[in-house]
């Protein structure tokens, strides 16, 4: 399984509406399970991290056999499941799903077993 990280900064009060977010996917486990196995997504993780300055850090990581492949066609899709996520969860990050989200820049360590 291959692994990509994709880190955004939240903007005042986006955390609390991406939880919010969060609660009305689980709503909608189904539908988000088979976006992500039509996108051979086979891991999904989102955590928030609270910064030394106040600010907060969400990150994604996304694992499957070829997660960045699944990156690029969940921006493409139209699928109803992924235009309702798209659209709602965009405006919490100021951030266009429609295009496919910046992975981080460099990996600078990691480590199997």
Known sequence: MSTVLVALP???GGAEKFESFVKQVN???KDH???RTRLKI???VCAIQDMP???KLFVLCLGGADPVEGNRLFAESQQEYDR???DNVGPIFNVNFDQ???PISRTVFEWHA
């Open 10 to 12: 939240l903007p005042p």
């Open 27 to 29: 709503a909608r486990l």
């Open 33 to 35: 399970a088979a976006s």
């Open 42 to 44: 086979t891991q999904e």
């Open 53 to 55: 300055d106040g600010g």
């Open 84 to 86: 309702w996520f798209k």
């Open 100 to 102: 496919p989200l910046p």
